[in-house]
T-cell receptor
Framework: AQSVTQLDSQVPVFEEAPVELRCNYS??????LFWYVQYPNQGLQLLLK??????LVKGINGFEAEFNKSQTSFHLRKPSVHISDTAEYFC????????????FGSGTRLSIRP | SQTIHQWPATLVQPVGSPLSLECTVE??????LYWYRQAAGRGLQLLFY??????ISSEVPQNLSASRPQDRQFILSSKKLLLSDSGFYLC?????????FGQGTRLTVV
């Protein structure tokens, strides 16, 4: 079974500053990893996902994440944030089997200060 | 492409009243469908998932039930709502490599 931990429930940053949202996972098998974004009163949208290949994954809106197998991490980064990035961000993990479920972390609320 | 329709967008219901939230999927067949709930300031709680018509698995014992009468339809119900049922309900089509979400229903039980 897989599990995922988002270490920060809230992250405040100033506009145009860099940001890193942390995610660690636990699994006895190989995994797929995801980051989703949720704007207020909306569903979740996929930001990026790691299935295989390059460990540095680029997503929408200038976000990227790096898969680190030795540290079991998949941290999300953006070099310069905008007010519009204010949202909740969810890390998620699933196993390679088609019977696997995607397991979501508890979320990190990113708030951008002008 | 896959599209998840979820309605209504908002709902205010009195305690003890029934509930029916509907979710339909387009662009795929035999999808795995999920119902999640988000309480205020909290993460996603998986409530039910279904791998096919009439097949429902419950993750958390509660006041709610789910049904899958058709391949692309997933319904969340309650006979009598509790105050604690308030929250943001999300339907999703989920595979092991992707998840597509509806826009959610904000339920307030008063």
């Amino acid at each position: 079974a897989q599990s995922v931990t988002q270490l920060d429930s809230q992250v405040p940053v100033f506009e145009e500053a860099p940001v890193e949202l942390r995610c660690n996972y636990s699994s006895s098998v190989s995994v797929y990893l995801f980051w989703y974004v949720q704007y207020p009163n909306q569903g979740l949208q996929l930001l990026l996902k790691y299935l295989s290949g390059s460990t540095l994954v680029k997503g929408i809106n200038g976000f990227e994440a790096e898969f680190n197998k030795s540290q079991t991490s998949f941290h999300l980064r953006k070099p310069s944030v905008h007010i519009s990035d204010t949202a909740e961000y969810f890390c998620a993990v699933s196993g390679y089997s088609s019977a696997s479920k995607i397991i979501f972390g508890s979320g990190t609320r990113l708030s951008i200060r002008p | 492409s896959q599209t998840i329709h979820q309605w209504p967008a908002t709902l205010v219901q009195p305690v003890g009243s029934p509930l029916s939230l509907e979710c339909t999927v387009e662009g795929t067949s035999n999808p795995n469908l999920y119902w999640y709930r988000q309480a205020a300031g909290r993460g996603l709680q998986l409530l039910f998932y279904s791998v096919g018509i009439g097949q429902i698995s419950s993750e958390v014992p509660q006041n709610l039930s789910a049904s899958r009468p058709q391949d692309r339809q997933f319904i969340l119900s309650s006979k009598k709502l509790l105050l604690s049922d308030s929250g943001f309900y999300l339907c999703a089509w989920v595979s092991y490599t992707e998840a597509f979400f509806g826009q959610g229903t904000r339920l307030t039980v008063v």
